[in-house]
């Protein structure tokens, strides 16, 4: 029967509250990588800005700090929204080991009667 049904799979354990907040936590991480590196991009612009005189080039610089500066909202943005999702699992973690505690609790003084 295995040759014509094939054998069942055994599936992954389903990830864990703990697991979900690590890797958003992780990746919140890698989005301050980048924003640091957009931070020193935007003090070399500010840098070569003040050096350079009025006219085309300035302008150039400008925009360029421009497209930078409004990259570096949209990840802040995203960091913004990844802490939030941090803190609603850390929130849902909290309230379970709430239930969890308190289901024992309930069981332990049940088995005391």
């Given amino acids: 029967m295995k040759r014509v049904f094939g054998v069942k799979k055994d599936k992954e354990p389903p990830p864990s509250i703990q697991d979900a907040t690590d890797r958003i936590s992780k990746r919140g991480d890698t989005v301050d990588e980048k924003l640091k590196k957009l931070d020193a991009e935007l003090s070399r612009y500010k840098e070569q800005i003040k050096k350079t005189r ?33 803190f609603n699992l850390d929130q849902v973690s909290f309230a379970s080991e709430g239930l969890k505690d308190a289901q024992q609790t309930t069981f332990t003084v049940y088995c005391m009667l």
């Fill in 54 to 86: 009025p006219g085309p080039a300035q302008e150039a610089l400008k925009s360029r700090a421009m497209r930078v500066l409004k990259q570096k909202r949209m990840y802040e943005g995203q960091r913004d929204m990844l802490y939030n999702q941090t």
